[in-house]
């Protein structure tokens, strides 16, 4: 079925509130289907007109578009075999065009969802037999769990470790799913970590940043496989500055950044 720029051609069927600023949205396709790929994503768009919700900031001042649909690109959670819904975990920037209009939807709620899956940030190019360290700051997780729920755990040879960021505990999506994975599989690692541990101080785990930790001396215990080029591949994703700097971290560990046809094991989607 084809649809128009301009038309809602999908339902939200659940919103599960991870916090007041982070939210795990699932959709279902009005024609029931979307492709994808673990770790690819799509469009997300509400019309101009839409409500924001009241304690946004002001929205950035911009021309008016010709295309009164705001779309924006977001990477899809749900596992590739997961059928019947596509899944979302989105942030909210407050003062930011889409995403305080994304958080007016409630079950029920209409919104369009492109209707092709893109991108390049997935296991495509990973041998089978390689290790895999995923980082990720914020929802820069979604394109991991994808991966996750499409049973890349289930070939035994392979280690996973995922290293996930962000500025409190309460802000650690997935956190219950990502600690049973890895109480049952021994080849998956979580490790969660807190910037902001002042004002979290129940928090008992790693905490600051992560790029710092990629220099650790226990990174390769951590991770259970050794993190260095040739013998693994890192994924990267989130937010841009952390991306630039555990970048640089990791060219002096020898991985290489695939280029065009050339491959290379490290693998970056920066999220603005
Ligand atoms: C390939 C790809 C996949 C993405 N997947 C996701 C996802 O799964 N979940 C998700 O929440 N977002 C994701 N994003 C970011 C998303 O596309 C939007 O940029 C984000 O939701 C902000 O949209 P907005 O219209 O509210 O803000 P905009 O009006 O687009 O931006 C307002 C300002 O905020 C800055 N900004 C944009 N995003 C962020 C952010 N996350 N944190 C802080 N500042 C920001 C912009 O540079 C701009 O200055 C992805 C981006 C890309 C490129
Ligand atoms: N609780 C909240 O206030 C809250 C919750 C969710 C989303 N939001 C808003 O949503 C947007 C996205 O937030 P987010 O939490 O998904 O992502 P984020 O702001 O990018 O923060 C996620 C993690 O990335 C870290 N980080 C920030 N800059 C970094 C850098 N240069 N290098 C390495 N690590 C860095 C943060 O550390 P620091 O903590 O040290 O910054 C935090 O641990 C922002 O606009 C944010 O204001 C706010």
Request: net charge negative; aromatic share 10%.
């Amino acid at each position: 079925m084809r649809v128009s720029k301009f038309e809602y051609n999908a339902t939200v069927i659940e919103c599960i509130e991870v916090t007041g600023e982070i939210k795990i949205y699932r959709v279902r396709m009005d024609d029931g289907h979307l492709s994808f790929k673990a770790g690819q994503y799509t469009m997300l768009g509400l019309l101009e007109d839409e409500p924001r919700i009241p304690e946004a900031a002001l929205e950035e001042e911009v021309e008016q578009a010709a295309d009164p649909m705001i779309r924006r690109a977001y990477s899809i959670s749900s596992g590739s075999i997961q059928a019947d819904y596509i899944e979302f975990y989105v942030s909210l920037v407050s003062n930011g065009a889409l995403t305080p209009r994304l958080f007016t939807m409630r079950k029920g709620s209409r919104l369009f969802v492109g209707p092709k899956a893109k991108g390049l940030f997935t296991l495509d190019k990973v041998p089978e037999e390689s290790h895999v360290l995923m980082v990720a700051t914020g929802t820069g997780l979604a394109p991991y769990i994808s991966m996750l729920r499409s049973r890349v755990l289930a070939d035994f040879d392979r280690k996973i470790a995922v290293l996930h960021g962000a500025s409190y505990s309460w802000d650690l999506g997935y956190r219950r799913e990502l600690e049973s994975l890895s109480a049952s599989y021994t080849n998956f690692s979580y490790v969660p970590v807190v910037s902001r541990p002042k004002d979290d101080p129940s928090w008992g785990g790693r905490t600051g940043r992560l790029p710092p930790i990629l220099d650790e001396d226990g990174l390769d215990e951590l991770c259970g496989f050794p993190i260095s080029g040739g013998k693994c591949h890192v994924f990267l994703c989130g937010n841009p500055a952390m991306i630039e700097d555990a970048e640089q971290r990791l060219l002096l560990k020898q991985f290489v950044v695939g280029k065009g046809r050339e491959k290379g094991d490290l693998h970056m989607e920066k999220y603005w």
